[in-house]
């Protein structure tokens, strides 16, 4: 039988390989939930929560005390009846990405008591994705020599982190594409900007011949309105990130026609959210990408599984693994630079 026996939470810690920097924000690791559900039959599930208080308030000590709520509400159910799942964990809306931990460890589960991959419970769409790769805020020259490394090591997209100095971002992005020509650029402001800073920045580099792909949530979360401002000022494609939490905010934000772009990210909607964010996007004429918090292999494999059998992402910014220092690789999937590939 394949109902659920019981539900483990092991807290893990992991490290970058060196401080990771976006505006207003720098961390040396981080420090996750990995969630195992345990069938009856023997088979079992993982997931991982990459907890962010800067976007999701959490914080991951307090994750650990949801493990007993979370088993009286789940053991006992049959794994092929995960809909059921989704909807429990649904309602555990004070931690989003301990929502999406379970709700992939049960499909991880299930895929695996049936031979299949996740990927193909989600319909199959793609065999192959390709990742971007994220350079953190750091001096202009050194941001420089490693979009150039990236880029000659077969990178072509590549998401560059800005936000905190105006003059010194358009500076980096000169210097960047002086050294990646060819290339596509995601700009990630991650909140830094001001309404006014960000279209200064947009109309600037646009001004100096250089092409951004997607410009990725310039201004703070909450102000939706300074976000259709910039989108209505700005040459480029603008994003939301922090702004999209769940299917409710990604309604807003279509209803409000502010954005061209939406980054989903697992550990903000869960499973169930960004199925739904999915197919309103696909409605609504509105882009995808998506993204990751801190996740490592066994994370990224969550959403990897996701953008594989979903088909739905024009960029896909799935790197968090190539930065934190790992023993052992544990994704489902796998990867040669850029391009990753299902098993």
């Not at 409710?248 to 990210?265: M, P, Q």
């Amino acid at each position: 039988m394949g109902k659920i026996k019981d539900i483990k939470f092991i807290m893990k810690e992991y490290q970058y390989e060196k401080p990771f920097h976006i505006a207003n924000s720098i961390s040396a690791g981080s420090k996750n939930l990995e969630v195992q559900v345990f069938l009856e039959n023997g088979v079992v599930g993982y997931g991982e929560a990459a907890p962010s208080y800067r976007v999701n308030g959490e914080r991951v000590e307090t994750f650990l005390s949801l493990q007993p709520f979370v088993k009286e509400q789940l053991v006992g159910i049959d794994i092929r009846n995960y809909r059921r799942i989704f909807d429990i964990m649904d309602k555990l809306r004070c931690a989003s990405s301990v929502k999406a931990a379970v709700q992939f460890a049960a499909l991880d589960a299930f895929s695996e008591e049936i031979g299949a991959q996740v990927y193909q419970l989600l319909g199959g769409a793609k065999d192959e994705i390709e990742t971007d790769k994220t350079i953190g805020i750091d001096s202009v020259e050194n941001m420089a020599k490693e979009a150039e490394l990236l880029f000659k090591s077969g990178f072509k997209s590549i998401k560059i982190k800005v936000g905190e100095e105006l003059k010194k971002d358009i500076r980096v992005m000169e210097a960047i594409h002086e050294v990646s020509k060819g290339a596509k650029y995601i700009v990630d402001a991650n909140t830094g900007y001001t309404p006014k800073e960000a279209i200064t920045f947009a109309r600037e580099i646009y001004a100096r011949g250089i092409d951004i792909n997607v410009y990725e949530q310039p201004v703070q979360a909450q102000n939706i309105e300074g976000l259709k401002l910039v989108r209505y000022n700005s040459p480029f494609p603008v994003a939301a990130d922090e702004s999209a939490r769940t299917r409710y905010d990604v309604l807003r934000l279509i209803k409000e026609d502010a954005v061209d772009f939406v980054n989903i990210k697992l550990m903000k909607s869960g499973i169930s959210d960004a199925l739904a964010i999915v197919e309103m996007a696909n409605t609504a004429k509105i882009q995808l990408m998506i993204g990751c918090m801190s996740e490592s292999s066994v994370g990224i494999n969550q959403s990897v599984q996701f953008a594989l059998g979903t088909g739905a992402f024009a960029f896909h910014d799935l790197d968090s693994h190539l930065m934190l220092l790992e023993d052992k690789f544990r994704g489902k999937f796998l990867q040669d630079g850029p391009k990753i590939k299902a098993k």
